[in-house]
Structures are given as C-alpha cells and as structure tokens.
T-cell receptor, first 115, second 115 residues
Framework: KQEVTQIPAALSVPEGENLVLNCSFT??????LQWFRQDPGKGLTSLLL?????REQTSGRLNASLDKSSGRSTLYIAASQPGDSATYLC??????????????FGQGTTLQVKP | DTGVSQDPRHKITKRGQNVTFRCDPI?????LYWYRQTLGQGPEFLTY????????KSRLLSDRFSAERPKGSFSTLEIQRTEQGDSAVYVC?????????????FGPGTRLTVL
C-alpha cells in the first residue's frame, strides 16, 4: 500500500531564505507526483507536476525534484516571501491508478515565512 | 469563475441529521472526484465518476454515504445519520481525460461540522 509522508509538519523561516520541503513515498511505482499549495479556506492549487520519467520541474522560484528509486521528492523555494506562507502538499498517482486518477496525498507541511 | 465550485462552503449540523453537498466541476470535465480532508491530513480519496457512472468507492465511504452525478455534470454527496466522526472538509475535483493532461482541479471544499 502506497504511503506518502511529509516532514516536517510545520516550518517557520525568515523572509529571503531558500528552503526545501520533503516528500517520501513507499512504493516507487508511481505515474507522477504533484506538489500543491493550500491556503486557509481555499482549494488546492497545483504548483508542479513531475511525470515518472522526469527528474525535475521548475516554475519561477519553485523547483521540484523526483527520485523514484529512493522514493523521494523535494520542493525547493528560492528567496522565500511572506506570501509563500501556506500548506504545501505532495501527492502521488500510483502506476496502478494512472487511469483512475486516485491521488494519494501526504499530510502536508505548513510553512510560515516571517517578514 | 470557471473553476470547480462547491456549495455550501460550510455546514453545521446535529448528529443524526442528513446533509447534502454539491459540486460543480469545470465544464466538459468528464471525471469528478470526491475526497475528504481532516485536520492536519491530506485529502483522502472517497469516490469518482466517469461522466454519470460511479466507477470506484473507497472503503471510507460507508453505507451512510451516497454520491450521484445524474447528468454527468454536477455531483451531490449525501451523508445520512451524520456522526461526529464525519466532521471534515469534503473536497471535489475534476479532470478531463484523453487530452494528455493528468491534472485534477480542486474546489474549495465544504467544511462539515457535526455537533
């Protein structure tokens, strides 16, 4: 059974710092992995999607990497800003669920960027 | 707004009452998903529809839960005889298959509080 874990559960950093959020999964047979952002009271916003054949994806100050063999993904945020404060969730789409689209989420990391 | 919408956004009910939530997916999206998110956790898959057909249900979906998508557009999720353990955010997502796009688009969720 695929399990997704995110550590730490919460993180507080001063503005301007570069930071890394971690996501690990137990079964390397994944179709893709996504990073989402969730603001309080709002829906999930997709940040980056990495297909299983890819190693990384970049969007602006965000860079996500994927190492399937070790069951790990990282989300790198450069030059953090207070507006980056939110909960970040990673989700995997297992190979066996590529048709159904059943995502398996981690618990999330709540990030606070202090001015 | 052409995103996924959910109604109501918040629902407070007494234990034993029935509640119904609605999800309006992005127009023309053939797949519709329901997830449940409890405090400090990521969303957990409940069920999904391909057009009007409900194709899979999680073991989390007890017989008190029923979901429909009668015309392949909007969907409803009903919980009968609510229990305090049903308190959670019920999140809807939609997806268009067959276009080479694996992304699900999420609604803001309906927060259910059972007293």
């Amino acid at each position: 059974k695929q399990e997704v874990t995110q550590i730490p559960a919460a993180l507080s950093v001063p503005e301007g710092e570069n930071l890394v959020l971690n996501c690990s999964f137990t079964d390397s047979a994944i179709y893709n992995l996504q990073w989402f952002r969730q603001d309080p009271g709002k829906g999930l916003t997709s940040l980056l999607l990495i297909q299983s054949s890819q190693r990384e994806q970049t969007s602006g100050r965000l860079n996500a990497s994927l190492d399937k063999s070790s069951g790990r993904s990282t989300l790198y945020i450069a030059a953090s800003q207070p507006g980056d404060s939110a909960t970040y969730l990673c989700a995997v789409l297992p190979d066996g669920s590529s048709n159904t689209g059943k995502l398996i989420f981690g618990q999330g990391t709540t990030l606070q960027v202090k001015p | 707004d052409t995103g996924v919408s959910q109604d109501p956004r918040h629902k407070i009910t007494k234990r034993g009452q029935n509640v119904t939530f609605r999800c309006d997916p992005i127009s023309e999206h053939n797949r519709l998903y329901w997830y449940r998110q409890t405090l400090g956790q990521g969303p957990e898959f409940l069920t999904y529809f391909q057009n009007e057909a409900q194709l899979e249900k999680s073991r989390l979906l007890s017989d008190r839960f029923s979901a429909e998508r009668p015309k392949g557009s909007f969907s409803t999720l009903e919980i009968q005889r609510t229990e305090q353990g049903d308190s959670a955010v019920y999140v809807c997502a939609s997806r268009l298959t067959g276009q080479g796009i694996d992304e699900q688009f999420f609604g803001p969720g309906t927060r259910l509080t059972v007293l």
